[in-house]
């Protein structure tokens, strides 16, 4: 697999995996979390166990409570999904 398919394929596992744990990329999370979730990204893109996550996301319901045991990351993933669960309400502005 050439290098740039390899990659859009394991950008497309973590952006998979994080709707289905919840976690939302915006502006107000991306300024919340910002280098643990580019630090998720970037690990996801050198992760080893790719397939494994390909696979996995093709079988998984929509929505999941946990990352899957085998992802290497899931405990920041899960942690993640928590710290986001549990973020005080946006604040929309009306201009």
Aim: charged letters at 30%.
């Amino acid at each position: 697999m050439r290098d740039f398919d390899r990659f859009d394929r394991f950008s497309a596992n973590i952006g998979e995996m994080m709707e289905r744990l919840g976690i939302e990329c915006d502006e107000e999370v991306d300024s919340y979390f910002g280098r643990t979730l580019g630090s998720v990204i970037r690990s996801c893109q050198a992760c080893r166990s790719a397939e494994l996550c390909s696979d996995w996301l093709a079988r998984a319901p929509v929505a999941v409570s946990r990352a899957p045991a085998f992802c290497p990351y899931a405990e920041r993933l899960d942690g993640l999904a928590l710290d986001q669960a549990v973020l005080p309400p946006r604040r929309h502005t009306v201009h």
